[in-house]
């Protein structure tokens, strides 16, 4: 079965720094997705960035970025000049690349603090 | 477009009765996901609807159920309510095309 940790429960970061979320991954599978979701105080999850597993560059939205480390089974989330409105609990996920598997599985989640 | 809907936002029952909640996928989406946050386990996947029929399923006791209607919307039902049923219930929904899914508010159910 698949899992996915994330080993920091919780992280501060000083407005407009730089900040790193951690993320393991084990599976068996070659095929894959992997998400970051955000999860603000007003509690709907928004999509921030996803990875495919067959593509080797490592994706990037804005002021976000990924560090997608295939064979280490890594995947951590970088946010640049880090902003009062990222502070949120962040999900690391999963899901299997195979036909009609919309499962996915979810980190336990990192709480971040922007601090002003 | 309109988001994902999640009706209701907020419900209290008691012990041993039996509750439905309600998710209106966005329009044009045919696969809707449960999944259920609490503190202490995270987020958990219930199970998965596509055109009606139930895709996936999570390891959840069979009080858990839910459905699919032709329009893609979709209800749970929680049977025989126990306190550690208390969670925060995401709803979330997906075209066939794309690969990530777009969650609802939730609803909150507190069992006392």
């Known amino acids: 079965a698949q899992t996915v940790t994330q080993s920091q429960p919780e992280m501060s970061v000083q407005e407009a720094e730089t900040v790193t979320l951690s993320c393991t991954y084990d599976t068996s599978e070659s095929d894959y997705y992997l998400f970051w979701y955000k999860q603000p105080p007003s509690r709907q999850m928004i999509l921030v960035i996803r990875q495919e597993a067959y593509k080797q560059q490592n994706a990037t939205e804005n002021r976000f970025s990924v560090n997608f480390q295939k064979a280490a089974k890594s995947f951590s989330l970088k946010i640049s000049d880090s902003q009062l409105g990222d502070a949120a609990m962040y999900f690391c996920?999963?899901?299997?690349?195979?036909?009609?598997?919309?499962?996915?599985?979810f980190g336990k989640g990192t709480r971040l603090h922007i601090l002003p | 477009k309109a988001g994902v809907t999640q009706t209701p936002r907020y419900l209290i029952k008691t012990r041993g009765q039996q509750v439905t909640l309600s998710c209106s996928p966005i329009?044009?989406?045919?696969?809707v996901s449960w999944y259920q946050q609490t503190p202490g386990q995270g987020l958990q996947f219930l199970f998965e609807?596509?055109?009606?029929?139930?895709?996936n399923k999570g390891n959840f006791p069979g009080r858990f159920s839910g459905r699919q209607f032709s329009n893609s919307r979709s209800e749970m039902n929680v049977s025989t309510l126990e306190l550690g049923d208390s969670a925060l219930y995401l709803c979330?929904?997906?075209?066939?095309?794309?690969?990530?899914?777009?969650f609802g508010p939730g609803t909150r159910l507190t069992v006392t």
């Open positions: 996920a999963y899901r299997s690349a195979r036909y009609r598997d919309d499962k996915i599985i």
């Open positions: 979330a929904s997906s075209p066939q095309t794309l690969i990530e899914q777009y």
């Open positions: 609807y596509f055109s009606e029929t139930q895709r």
């Open positions: 329009s044009g989406h045919r696969s």
